[in-house]
């Protein structure tokens, strides 16, 4: 039966090309247009399955549609559909049908698309194990918390946020409809796009990417100022020492973050160990989480210096790697749970946390340095070979609290350059300078801007 | 003793999927990450590329490590005619150094070749891409209207 599958593969390909592999194609793919698609959806049912890649209509549409780093695309359903009906006042045909044949098999072509259909109930946990704990008082929190660097779901502390109203789904598109905020979605040269959040609610309505693109802003108080009567700090996170530095000197450190089902974050450390917060004003988020000393599974090792995400996707992990966590031996299981409207996450310094949205989600998030995880945010940054937000870092606080530094030995020590190492490229993107690193308690990206 | 002579400048030997033995310099092997790899293990046997391929596959890499090596002023438009020049040939011999550069992880003579199959393809209708790529039609007329449509 195998030969019977892939011959009707290498038929439908023809002699030269049923040597490559599917993703090769896609990549072969790659060189066409819009118009020469089409022309090779006629050519044969693998041609079809190939030039229906939504990969690849998503980079057409978005070279046409992203200018001035402003995404403008109307979104209709599918990657392909909103590239073709751009500025076209053609009515398209809805639902979308997509042919198939029972005897090509085309994994690579199809799992994502499959992904992107499967009913994200199935994500619900029977069991959840991050301790949720309702009106934790600021010393019980320091207490069996932060001095422990364990993690907490804080409950019915945001009920006197206006935010609680004005950030659900329907009443933050009313609000902020014309706020043009920034996405973690990249064109072909790697940089982020803003989105209208108009706009970009109709694609978080009806996508269907596995990867779903989602609005994650650090400068949300500027595009907004008013967001900021909306949510408050609470005291259990208001020690940020951070927050001694001059603004252009700290790293980033708050940001608002709306996403459909789907989309989330695959597993990672945030930067320079600080902990986060993280609040849910709609939706639900699925949280995965291990301790800083274990490495999650799936995670590859070789890359967690160079890469900030060294995992699979979200998706693919709950696909591969989660079904058979009971193989890793070594790994302890993780903490799991599920965060809902109104609760509060604490995500401690260094902890390793996976998120996946399973629905539409709005939340707002911020990192800080308080006295309890300064030592890990110091030693990080002792560690790095760039010393500008380190410098920065012990300027703006050490005259103030020289205490925090004791057990890091002389300061003037601590101030000097690391010395030269052999390697001479650093290919860190964490090793840039201060005030262009992203940070976050959830998701992440490296944004240049 | 086989890297000492890499070393030295030497040749070296390979043998191709057909029997022939080629010769490949040093600068070809450090162009290539995967003879290198060969090298080091003491497999000289090169199984899935035939001889004509491979010596067209040396002669891309001769030339583009000593192009890297020029400072001609022109250097980059000349590269550009020799590398059009170069895969001026048949489509069965364009096809192998894909699948010879595929394997070889040689990616800019990958992407130049997928370049050029590109370029035979656009503006063609399906029939002549059909026939360029010896494909049989596979679709039914009904399908072809379903996919016109969407």
């Given at each position: 039966i195998m030969s019977i599958i892939t011959s009707a593969r290498s038929e439908s390909l023809g002699p030269w090309l049923w040597k490559l592999e599917d993703f090769e194609l896609i990549e072969f793919f790659e060189w066409f247009s819009e118009e020469q698609l089409e022309v090779l959806s006629l050519v044969s049912r693998y041609f079809y399955l190939l030039s229906q890649q939504e990969e690849l209509w998503k980079t057409l549409c978005l070279r046409k549609t992203v200018v001035n780093k402003i995404a403008n695309f109307k979104w209709k359903g599918t990657w392909r559909r909103t590239c073709l009906l751009h500025s076209s006042s053609k009515i398209p045909p809805f639902p979308y049908q997509r042919l198939s044949w029972k005897d090509i098999k085309a994994p690579r072509l199809t799992d994502k698309w499959k992904r992107c259909k499967t009913d994200l109930g199935q994500f619900d946990l029977k069991e959840q194990t991050i301790d949720k704990r309702s009106n934790l008082s600021l010393e019980d929190f320091i207490e069996q918390y932060e001095k422990q660097?364990?993690?907490?779901?804080?409950?019915?502390?945001?009920?006197?946020?206006?935010?609680?109203?004005?950030w659900k789904k329907d009443s933050f598109l009313q609000k902020y409809g014309n706020v043009i905020f920034k996405t973690n979605g990249t064109t072909?040269?790697?940089?982020?796009?803003?989105?209208?959040?108009?706009?970009?609610?109709?694609?978080?309505?009806?996508?269907?990417?596995?990867?779903?693109?989602?609005?994650?802003?650090?400068?949300?108080?500027?595009r907004a100022p008013q967001m900021s009567s909306e949510y408050h700090i609470l005291p259990h996170f208001s020690d940020d020492l951070f927050d001694?530095?001059?603004?252009?000197?700290?790293?980033?450190?708050?940001w608002v973050i709306a996403g459909p089902a789907r989309s989330g974050s695959p597993f990672h450390q945030d930067p320079h160990r600080t902990s986060a917060w993280n609040a849910l004003l709609h939706g639900r988020k699925r949280w995965t989480l291990y301790p800083p000393d274990v490495i999650p599974p799936g995670v590859d090792e070789k890359l967690i210096d160079t890469e900030y995400y060294a995992s699979p996707d979200?998706?693919?992990?709950?696909?591969?790697?989660?079904?058979?966590?009971?193989?890793?031996?070594?790994?302890?299981?993780?903490?799991?749970?599920?965060?809902?409207?109104?609760?509060i996450i604490f995500v401690p310094s260094g902890w390793w946390h996976q998120v996946l949205n399973l629905t539409d989600t709005i939340a707002v998030t911020q990192n800080f340095c308080s006295p309890r995880n300064f030592r890990f945010v110091f030693q990080d940054l002792l560690s790095k070979k760039s010393v500008s937000l380190k410098k920065d870092f012990i300027r703006a606080i050490y005259p103030k609290k020289p205490y925090l530094f004791e057990s890091f030995?002389?300061?003037?020590?601590?101030?000097?350059?690391?010395?030269?190492?052999?390697s001479s490229s650093s290919s860190s993107s964490l090793s840039s300078s201060s005030s262009s690193v992203g940070s976050s308690s959830e998701e992440d990206e490296m944004d240049e801007s | 003793f086989i890297s000492d002579i890499a070393?030295?400048?030497?040749?070296?030997?390979?043998?191709?999927?057909?029997?022939?033995?080629?010769?490949?310099?040093?600068?070809?092997?450090?162009?290539?990450?995967?003879?290198?790899?060969?090298?080091?293990?003491?497999?000289?046997?090169?199984?899935?590329?035939?001889?004509?391929?491979?010596e067209k596959v040396i002669e891309y890499c001769s030339y583009h490590s000593n192009a890297l090596k020029s400072e001609g002023e022109n250097i980059s438009e000349e590269v550009k005619i020799w590398d059009q020049e170069f895969l001026k040939v048949e489509k069965s011999i364009l096809f192998q150094l894909i699948y010879a550069a595929d394997y070889l992880e040689i990616e800019s003579l990958l992407d130049m070749a997928c370049k050029a199959v590109a370029s035979m393809i656009v503006g063609k209708n399906p029939d002549e891409i059909r026939e360029i790529l010896n494909i049989e039609k596979d679709l039914t007329a009904k399908e072809e209207k379903q996919i016109k449509k969407d």
């Open positions: 660097n364990k993690p907490v779901i804080l409950c019915g502390m945001m009920e006197n946020w206006k935010a609680r109203k004005a072909e040269d790697g940089k982020t796009f803003r989105m209208k959040t108009k706009d970009y609610w109709e694609y978080m309505a009806s996508n269907c990417d596995d990867k779903p693109i989602y609005l994650f802003d650090n400068k949300f108080l500027e001694m530095m001059e603004r252009e000197d700290r790293p980033d450190w708050q979200v998706m693919k992990y709950y696909d591969q790697v989660y079904p058979r966590l009971s193989h890793y031996k070594k790994k302890p299981a993780p903490l799991e749970g599920i965060l809902e409207e109104g609760e030995g002389p300061i003037e020590q601590c101030m000097k350059d690391p010395p030269a190492s052999s | 070393r030295m400048g030497e040749v070296v030997n390979f043998s191709s999927s057909d029997g022939r033995r080629i010769g490949l310099s040093r600068g070809v092997i450090n162009e290539c990450p995967i003879f290198k790899n060969m090298l080091e293990n003491g497999n000289l046997q090169i199984t899935n590329i035939s001889g004509d391929i491979l």
